[in-house]
Every structure is written in structure tokens, then in C-alpha cells.
């Protein structure tokens, strides 16, 4: 049996997240969705991947192997939308039963499909939009269909911020507890300013200058390889610190909250996801908000994240106002976007990739991609050479180089 992990044709609904990325590869806490899959599985199974179209070229280069292509074998498939406890995928394996597929709360989860049928799925994908697998084929295909308990550890992300309602249910905290669980660091033995240092985990190449308070009181706090957190730096659990983050002095960090790999990062962050290369390095407020590689907010920019009149957030997106049901909720921002200096961004605002933001003040809470936004102003569009030329330069002061798939993805979706 091989396991293959999927997009669903509702990648669309996870703008500006899903843009240069498959919906399995958004960090939804300490992991992506991918690499929790794989940390279950721990090399039980061979693990293949199947994108969308579009993605198909820059994905053979991340993952420097075949993707899209089904093999002849007894095929395990899982949604890349959903989060699996450790306990949910490993009974989920144990207990398959061939031709079936699985739903939860009248969404599919996942499928089973015995090695005699996989040339029938095979050419149900090559006529399908944006070459992604729906859930109808397996009706088609007359599988049965098997019901998963609504109270099964299961959590499906069918929209940006539901990375956040992850983390904020809890779901970060059961992350960093594999790290305690596995001894992957060093626990503190002794220090004066950690509370509760069982759970707290820093590893032995990382760097913690004096003054560092950490308070792992309501969750753990796991401090990864290669990161420097300078003093009177204040850090709440649970709380993730990426490989190689910058933690500048006088930074405030209030869980849950994930600073992603290569991330810089200073002022106050409260309850978000940082996915990786993110430079925040000024003061401000980021609460409550997810944003992407890439992005530079300049200094003194804030998220509001909870209205005056404290009802829950609603955003407008694909043309449809979504009310979120959450009463807190800052900014999601795409990849390669920036703010300037003292820009204040509205509760629930929705800012795509490569957008430009400046001019102080408060913008439009919805900006679309690749576009040019100075406050009181209307919108203009951004030369994508130019975007390509300045993006290029970000990557390559991180020490990232600019692929030609990368490149062409990038035009692809201007």
C-alpha cells in the first residue's frame, strides 16, 4: 500500500494561502499538514503527492520527485485539507476496508482504492478541472461510502483562518507536545526566569541571551536549531521558534503563536502563524493573523483584531461575504507583500500575494494580488516584472534562490 496525499478542488477557498503552495504544504502550527502526515506515518509507507495543474512544475523541484503520477498499487488517499490526530490517521490505516471512502461532517477525508481500480481513478483525474481529485469520483467509481464519528480528533481547514482556529483550539499545543514526548531537545534543568521549565525544549545550537523570560505555563515552548532570542524578550506558551528565527531584544510573544523557519521578528505577536521567512523586525501589534513567506511589514504596522462592537469577523472572499465565526481575527497576508511604515490594517482584512501597502493609515481590508495600494487612492496594478525583479532581491538576501518554475508560477497566476 502507498499513501497519496491530495488537493481537493477547494484549494481556492484558501486564498492567498494555497497561491504558491498546495493546500497540504500551509503550516497550520508547529507542522505543515504534510509533514504531520509524515511524522504519523514515520516512514511506514511510501508518501506520494498529486497537486493541481498549475503547481505541477515548481512542486518537481521543491520535492525532487515524481508528483502526479498514480502508481499501480493499493492507494491510501488522503485530503491535504485535513489534520489528523496521531490516534484518527493510525486507526484510519489499520481499519481501512478496500473501495471505500471516508467522510466527516458531509465532507471526504479520504479513500481507499484496491490496485484493480486504480486505472479507473486514473482516468477520471486527466478530465478534471485543474487536474485535482473531487470528491464525486468516488461515487462514480461506486465506492462505499463510510461515515466518520463527528467527535473523531479530526480538524479540516476549509479556509484561511482556519489555520488559526487550529492553533487556537488547541492544536498547537499537541503538536509541540510530540517534541516532549520524543526528547527531540533538552528540557531546562535550571533557570530563574522560565516558569515551568519541563516544557520548555530549546535546542543545544540555539541561542538564548540573559534576560529571556519564557513562561510555558499554558502550554510548552520549543525553541528550535539555530535561533537567537536577544534580552528582555517575553515568550508565552505554547509557543513555536522555527530553525534559524530572529528574535530581536524587547520582543513580546503571547501563544499560540509559530514563527516559522528563517522568520525575524520583533514588537508584539499574540496568537499567530508566522509560515517562514516573514521580517517583522519593528515594533507594532500582529495578532490573531497568518501571514506568509515573504512578507515585510515595516515598522510600527498593527492588526487589529477584534471589532468595536466586538461581533464576530466576516470577510469578503471570491465575491462572498463568509462570516468566520470568530470574534478575534487580524490580517491574513499573502506571500511577497509589504506594509510601510505605520499602516494600520482593519480586523479580518484579506491582503493577496505581492501587494503593496503604503501611504500610513487604514487600506481597504480586501487587496488583491499583484496590485499597488496607496491609502485614499484607488488600487493600481503591479508590474509583474518589477514584482518578479524586487522578489528576487528579498529571496536572495535570505540566501534563496529565485527558480525559473518559481518565476513562471508567478506569472502564471498574475
Not at 64 to 77: A, G, P, R, T, Y
Request: net charge neutral.
Amino acid at each position: 500500500m502507498k499513501i497519496l496525499i491530495y488537493e481537493d478542488s477547494n484549494f481556492k477557498e484558501l486564498y492567498p494561502l494555497s497561491m504558491l503552495r498546495t493546500v497540504y504544504d500551509i503550516r497550520c502550527g508547529a507542522y505543515s499538514i504534510k509533514e504531520r502526515i509524515e511524522s504519523i506515518v514515520a516512514g511506514q509507507f511510501e508518501i506520494m503527492l498529486h497537486c493541481r495543474k498549475s503547481l505541477q512544475a515548481y512542486l518537481h523541484e521543491v520535492y525532487k520527485n515524481k508528483i502526479n503520477l498514480i502508481s499501480n498499487d493499493d492507494l491510501l488517499l488522503l485530503n491535504g485539507r485535513v489534520i489528523f490526530s496521531n490516534n484518527s490517521l493510525k486507526n484510519l490505516i489499520t481499519k481501512k476496508e478496500k473501495n471505500s471512502y471516508y467522510t466527516y461532517k458531509n465532507e471526504t477525508i479520504a479513500a481507499f482504492i484496491a490496485k484493480d481500480n486504480s486505472e479507473a481513478f486514473k482516468s477520471k483525474i486527466q478530465y478534471s478541472d485543474d487536474g485535482v481529485i473531487i470528491s464525486g469520483f468516488f461515487k462514480e467509481l461506486d465506492l462505499k461510502e463510510i461515515k466518520i464519528k463527528e467527535d473523531s480528533d479530526i480538524f479540516i481547514i476549509n479556509y484561511p483562518w482556519d489555520a488559526l482556529r487550529y492553533i487556537l483550539l488547541g492544536g498547537l499545543a499537541d503538536d509541540l507536545e510530540y517534541f516532549i514526548k520524543d526528547n527531540k531537545y533538552a528540557k531546562i534543568k535550571d533557570h530563574d526566569n522560565f516558569i515551568n521549565r519541563k516544557m520548555i525544549l530549546i535546542s543545544k545550537s540555539s541561542r538564548i541571551f540573559s534576560n529571556v523570560s519564557i513562561d510555558a505555563t499554558d502550554g510548552p515552548v520549543v525553541i528550535c536549531e539555530n535561533a537567537v532570542i536577544e534580552p528582555f524578550t517575553f515568550l508565552k506558551g505554547p509557543a513555536f521558534i522555527g530553525k534559524n528565527v530572529f528574535v530581536k531584544s524587547g520582543t513580546k510573544i503571547y501563544g499560540p503563536c509559530v514563527i516559522g523557519e528563517h522568520s525575524k521578528v520583533g514588537g508584539e505577536i499574540a496568537e499567530s502563524i508566522f509560515h517562514s521567512y516573514v521580517n517583522k523586525q519593528h515594533e507594532g501589534f500582529v495578532g490573531h493573523s497568518y501571514i506568509c513567506p515573504f512578507v515585510n511589514l515595516g515598522a510600527d504596522t498593527v492588526t487589529s483584531d477584534l471589532k468595536n462592537n466586538y461581533s464576530k469577523v466576516r470577510i469578503k472572499l471570491d465575491n462572498k461575504e463568509i462570516d468566520t465565526g470568530m470574534q478575534f481575527l487580524g490580517s491574513i497576508i499573502g506571500d511577497h507583500s509589504k506594509t510601510s511604515i505605520n499602516t494600520m490594517l482593519n480586523t479580518g482584512s484579506l491582503i493577496g500575494i505581492f501587494a503593496n501597502i503604503f501611504g500610513g493609515s487604514f487600506p481597504f481590508k480586501e487587496i488583491s494580488s499583484f496590485s499597488w495600494n496607496e491609502v485614499g487612492k484607488a488600487s493600481a496594478s503591479y508590474d509583474v516584472d518589477k514584482a518578479i525583479e524586487t522578489a528576487r532581491i528579498v529571496m536572495d538576501r535570505r540566501g534563496v534562490k529565485m527558480s525559473r518554475a518559481y518565476e513562471d508560477l508567478v506569472r502564471y497566476l498574475f
